[in-house]
């Protein structure tokens, strides 16, 4: 494989809700920044691939818009995926592998205040047995979190302690929105809002965009393996307690011997427990220190964010970072990438 | 409980967005509301866009400076609407034009009232007609009719046809 390095990240804070950035001045802001970050320009740039969703932005061809923020005129190398940006930034990855270009530009971006993410996710499950229900992702999320407590795998205690952390964590992190902080003990005393998940369970929702710059010179994090697996769609035809598509993902990826920080993207604080032992790893490593998706949630957005916290803890000095991205309902698709000093 | 097997359901599907126009598009329906038209000038390549555009898709940096166009304007091209639909302004025939404001660089789709169809002309000046009651929208704007002016030559507009 050819050696991929990522050269810049930026990322616009997270907002509960931005009403003045449209989506070209989002995209123009932070790939400016994630350019500025490698110290390349627009010119530099040989493919772009974007990660938004349609329904998410309430508009059809939201991404085409998007591109007035790249300066797409005359015709630049462009692709697309509905999906989170880590999976733009993997075809970005692909395409480097091609051999021809040498810089690529990865981006995503969402607003979850434009409408309802519950809703829209409501929708992505199987049309005909799940979707008329109008299961949202936060019953589901519950029906896992009680299969991991029957299976005796996780306690509401340590749905808790990842709150707790969590919330610590992205206080400090400045692009987070803050929140109240919160004790492991205070989370356990207040009331289900889907047992047995707390509101402080789930993620809190916001607008924003990220932007990373990968390059095939040795200028930054190296792209040390990546590699993405789906389980299937459907929730009932797979044991919710565990992930075989993160472990197969982490072993093609090469495995997380040696890890040192993991940047998550979990929705629910029932989930982390589910991906750590996916990826043979537990809570004596750093756990997204960035505060993770639990409090910056930006659909489309947070899974690239991993990958872009994961490459700004290799610059801090970690060994072995691994950054994982999730699409689909209840960890169904999983993306890992695994970042080392160049 | 019926052994007939089910082969159709109904599963209405809706979904409901409250849609911000971001602060660009927020100052040109401001502006609107006064009866003024604002484009927006690309720091870089001078272009001035209308409706205005908050990134400059051929330099790709944010558009700074904010100006008043208008109200004047020429047909770039225009099409005749000979048939009716919903929510037409005007009774057709009339004409669907691309109107270049003054002092933009984008020509704007738009209509063409108070002028026989078969006087449409490419290089027609023409000024826009508000509404009576200015609405944050650019149909404010019920449609674009002769000004009087002379006819200006294609060579003054080919660039931004």
């Known amino acids: 494989m050819r050696p991929v390095y990522v050269a810049g990240f930026a990322e616009l804070p997270h907002l509960l809700q931005d009403n003045l950035l449209d989506e070209p001045e989002m995209v123009q802001r932070v790939t400016a920044a994630a350019l500025a970050d490698a110290g390349l320009g627009r010119d530099d740039v040989g493919f772009t691939c974007s990660g938004s969703n349609d329904y998410v932005m309430g508009r059809p061809f939201s991404f085409a818009t998007a591109l007035d923020g790249l300066g797409a005129w005359p015709p630049i190398r462009e692709s697309h995926v509905e999906m989170d940006g880590a999976w733009a930034l993997y075809e970005a990855w692909v395409r480097l592998q091609h051999g021809d270009v040498d810089v690529a530009l990865a981006y995503g971006f969402g607003k979850s205040s434009l409408g309802s993410v519950e809703a829209v996710r409501t929708l992505e499950l199987d049309p005909y047995s799940l979707a008329p229900l109008g299961i949202g992702p936060l019953p589901l999320a519950a029906l896992q979190a009680r299969a991991l407590l029957d299976a005796g795998l996780a306690t509401e205690a340590d749905f808790a302690a990842v709150v707790e952390r969590s919330r610590r964590d992205g206080n400090r992190n400045h692009t987070a929105p803050m929140t109240e902080a919160m004790s492991a003990a205070h989370a356990l005393t207040l009331p289900y809002i889907s047992s047995p998940l707390r509101g402080h369970d789930g993620p809190v929702r916001t607008d924003g965009a990220a932007a990373i710059v990968l390059s095939t010179e040795p200028v930054g994090p190296r792209i040390a393996g990546i590699s993405h697996c789906i389980d299937a769609h459907q929730p009932g035809f797979r044991d919710l307690t565990v992930s075989r598509s993160i472990a197969t993902a982490a072993a093609a990826a090469g495995g997380t011997s040696g890890v040192d920080v993991v940047e998550l993207h979990v929705e629910y604080s029932s989930q982390e427990g589910i991906v750590l032992r996916a990826l043979g790893l537990d809570s004596s490593v750093s756990v997204s220190p960035s505060g993770g998706a639990l409090v910056a949630n930006t659909p489309m957005v947070a899974g690239l964010c991993r990958i872009g916290h994961a490459a700004n803890a290799v610059r801090g000095g970690a060994k072995r970072a691994l950054a994982h991205a999730t699409s689909g309902p209840l960890l169904q698709h999983n993306l890992i990438c695994i970042l080392e000093p160049a | ?161």
């Not at chain 2, 409706?51 to 225009?78: D, H, K, L, M, Y």
Request: charged share 25%.
């Open chain 2, 1 to 161: 409980m019926s052994d007939d097997p089910v082969t159709r359901f109904k599963a209405p599907v809706r979904l409901d967005y409250t849609v911000t126009a971001g602060s660009v598009t927020a100052d040109f329906l401001r502006e609107i509301l006064k009866g003024r038209l604002v484009g927006r000038r690309c720091p870089d390549c001078r272009c001035v866009y209308l409706p205005p555009r908050s990134a400059c898709p051929t330099c790709g940096v944010i558009t700074t400076e904010q100006i008043e166009v208008g109200p004047n304007g020429t047909v770039t091209t225009f099409s005749v609407i000979r048939f009716p639909f919903e929510g037409q302004v005007l009774e057709p025939p009339y004409a669907c034009a691309h109107v270049l404001v003054d002092g933009t660089d984008t020509p704007l789709l738009h209509i063409v009232g108070n002028c026989d169809v078969d006087d449409m002309r490419m290089g027609m000046r023409v000024r826009a007609v508000w509404a009576e009651e200015l609405k944050p929208t650019l149909a404010s704007v019920r449609y674009f009719e002769p000004n009087g002016e002379p006819d200006v030559t294609y060579d003054s507009f080919s660039g931004h046809v």
